[in-house]
T-cell receptor, first 113, second 119 residues
Framework: GENVEQHPSTLSVQEGDSAVIKCTYS??????FPWYKQELGKRPQLIID?????GEKKDQRIAVTLNKTAKHFSLHITETQPEDSAVYFC????????????FGTGTRLLVSP | GAVVSQHPSWVICKSGTSVKIECRSL??????MFWYRQFPKQSLMLMAT?????????EQGVEKDKFLINHASLTLSTLTVTSAHPEDSSFYIC???????????????FGEGSRLTVL
């Protein structure tokens, strides 16, 4: 089955800096890669996703890159703000009619003012 | 985005009792729902895939007799933790994927989560 690894487990940056979180996956058949932001005690919120037919996607300060050959994908947050502080999870899935997601271990991002 | 609602948001129960958690898709139909468990400071671990009108598919290591799942309609799935013990204390989250109409983008929508504490 699919295995998703995520690094780093914690990341501290200064406000305005960029943050990069990296994930690798094992199943070459995976074709959908979402990123979620989870605040303490809350539900995961989808922030960006990418499908296997593209290599990069950007939405304002957030971007995701995908390298299918190497089986890794990354989340890039630019101009970080304190409200970006949260736990971020990557995930991978194979769409067989429904999305059965396998999550990474999570990255706790702390943005200091 | 689409709305998935979970109830209760938190529950405290005595060891040995059973607890039922409901997951509802409020504005779309969901043929498939997923149940996750999240221990403190850990990732979301998929417990089972709930299919409307059929038996749930459980992940390896998840006891199907302990975690009963019922998906009786296209908008409701329930998870019952039977004979709960302190080690079952966790954050349980459901998610649903729309199976029809404009919501059928493949995106998963998560419920608010239910925090279970077993004394």
């Amino acid at each position: 089955g699919e295995n998703v690894e995520q690094h780093p487990s914690t990341l501290s940056v200064q406000e305005g800096d960029s943050a990069v979180i990296k994930c690798t996956y094992s199943d070459s058949a995976s074709n959908y890669f979402p990123w979620y932001k989870q605040e303490l005690g809350k539900r995961p919120q989808l922030i960006i996703d990418i499908r296997s037919n593209v290599g990069e996607k950007k939405d304002q300060r957030i971007a995701v890159t995908l390298n299918k050959t190497a089986k890794h994908f990354s989340l890039h947050i630019t101009e970080t703000q304190p409200e970006d502080s949260a736990v971020y999870f990557c995930a991978a899935s194979i769409n067989t009619g429904f999305q059965k997601l396998v999550f990474g271990t999570g990255t706790r991002l702390l943005v200091s003012p | 985005g689409a709305v998935v609602s979970q109830h209760p948001s938190w529950v405290i129960c005595k060891s040995g009792t059973s607890v039922k958690i409901e997951c509802r898709s409020l504005d779309f139909q969901a043929t498939t729902m997923f149940w996750y468990r999240q221990f403190p400071k850990q990732s979301l671990m998929l417990m089972a895939t709930s299919n409307e009108g059929s038996k749930a598919t459980y992940e390896q290591g998840v006891e199907k007799d302990k975690f009963l799942i019922n998906h009786a309609s296209l908008t409701l799935s329930t998870l019952t933790v039977t004979s709960a013990h302190p080690e079952d204390s966790s954050f349980y989250i459901c998610s649903a994927q729309s199976s029809s109409g404009s919501r059928n983008t493949g995106e998963l929508f998560f419920g608010e989560g239910s925090r279970l504490t077993v004394l």
